[in-house]
């Protein structure tokens, strides 16, 4: 993993000592709201509906065990005993004391961690494949891309005042793991057929008010020209992007209105402009930020054999341990969704322990996913029944992954100031409902996301069934979707009809999977049976 | 009635306007009448609270009871973790919520 050189380190260290100043300030009432507010903001740190909340960026959700270690102590010292892993590989922390901001800035400094541009018109975290590095399906790590781009992009002074916040997703496999046609900009890695690497540029996806799945603006730009192909894409939309129109101001919408076609050619343009002076980051400076992300020293020789004959451990291993490029290892998903639990939520001693199972059995690493889940990704198969063993004892076993239960849920009107409905106690009902795991099993994979408002936070566009929440007459009220993809074969919802109440939207949800389960063929996931037999018979059997 | 709420500025917390200062319980909380804009233009100045905004509120035997249910979730805390809330001890709180 990327580690601080000593400009890191002083950069990051400088900006807590700022903040510090400037929190102080605003507390001996010598800023105002208004002025405090586009500073703290610049440091991750919102006021929500109860307290301050805090944003902790894990770039493209890599993390060491000394650094999950740490997001434990400030969970269990700064907020009250948790924190809640989020969709953009990100932790939140929701009950934050301003006097006390600036410490835990620097408990994260600490560990070469910080806030910065997880908030505001930035280029926020990155976002990549939580098995980047592990996967066997990948053609190679992505993860150093996405550090170059971090690094180029951060506090570059053509992207600190951007017509709105910015997203990038980084990945190289073939299954996409982190949505990247919902992204601003969503690179793929690929190895064309003369074996150069190379991205696929996907550019304006989104979800929010307006939701795009982004169209392939070039299937192949090799990669060593990364940064000056992201500029030109920046650049384009820095010029043209609508500041007028708070609902017009991403890229998305600048790719719908001038066209796929003449927003590739402007940015085609720009880019060939922006080659002639040169602005590619040399290859050695790649070569320094690929060095950090080495393979671990993956021991040779080891079985491929996993004595299965526990009956829960062996549903674990086939629901939530997935295939790893080295033999004789495995990637585990330690699911955050218990039945019943808040989506994401974990306590201070959870994540503490996942540290230290993170140092133990998988090289020192750990990785947030956007489903909101952590994963230890490089774990000898060997070691998978101990694993399991004291995860299980510490509630972190639930074998749910990709299923109903392992449910998106943004933090609705229970925690955020914006939402119109609450989502947690939603996902709760439906978990509970669908608590048997042999039903949970016999649906598959069934992709369930709930947002609390149309900011899509949750995902709800992109889920095989999404809920949105509205209000209606100041009432909670909820809408049902169907058919949305975040995968790499991406597609948007469709609402069905009139919205329901809580109760009676679990309810809904239950006629839909009835009606799969009565009319799948052989083989098929939800999406697919969807996909073959349409919208219009889980019309019928949601409303009758 | 109208009522006044914020966040307090150190710690963030959900706060109400008592009349002569502000209360974590929105039990404490007084009709402003048509007051609410001077008081928290006074209240700006002092840099207490953050966000201050006057909401409706009906009368209740307990104590004014927001009109929109955000309010009532600040009011009390979150619904899906009681032991959070102003008042983990009585099973029964959220249900003044919704
Ligand atoms: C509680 C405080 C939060 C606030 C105030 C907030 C606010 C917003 C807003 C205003 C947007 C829409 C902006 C836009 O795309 O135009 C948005 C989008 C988004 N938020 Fe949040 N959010 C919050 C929490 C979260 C959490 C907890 C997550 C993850 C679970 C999250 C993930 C996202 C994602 C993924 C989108 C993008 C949807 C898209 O692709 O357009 N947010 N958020
Ligand atoms: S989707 Fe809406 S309710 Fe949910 S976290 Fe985002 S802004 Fe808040």
Redesign the pocket.
Known sequence: MYRYDKYDQAIVDARVEEFRDQARRRLAGQLTDDQFKPLRLKNGL?L?LHAY?L?VAIPYGTLDSRQMRMLGHIARKYDRGYG?????Q?L?YNWIKLEEAGDILADLASVEMHAIQTSGESIRNLSSDQYAGAAADEVCDPRPWAELIRQATTFHPEFSYLP??F?IAVTAADEDRAAIR??DIGLKLVKNDAGKLGFEVYIG?????T?FVAPLIRPFLPADDLFSYIEAALRVWNRNGRRDNIHK??IKILVHELGQEEFTRQVEAEWQHILANGSNVPREEFDRIAAFFEPPPFETGLTDEIDRTDPDFALWVDQNVKAHKAPGYAIVNISLKPVGGIP?DATAGQIELIADLGEKYSFDELRVT?A?NIVLPHVRKADLYTLWQILDENGLATANLDLISDI????GLD????ANARSIPVAQKIATRFADLGRQRELGELKLKISGCI?????HHAGHIGILGVDKKGTENYQLLLGGSGAEDASLGKITGPGFSEDGVVDAVERVTDKYLAVREEGERFLDTYRRVGFEPFKEAIYG | MKILTGNDLPTGDVIWWTGSGWSRHVEDAVDVGDKGEAILHAEDGACRVNGGTIIDATETPKGPRPAHIKDRIRALGPTVRPDLTLKPSDPNAGNWVI
Request: glycine share 12%.
């Open positions: 919102y929500q909340m944003r809640h892993f989020t969709t953009r990100n939140q709105r916040k997203k919902l992204h996806g989104g979800m929010g008010r939701p101001q991403r994401g956007h909101q998106i849920a943004c933090p925690y955020c100031s914006l900011n899509a936070c949750g995902h």
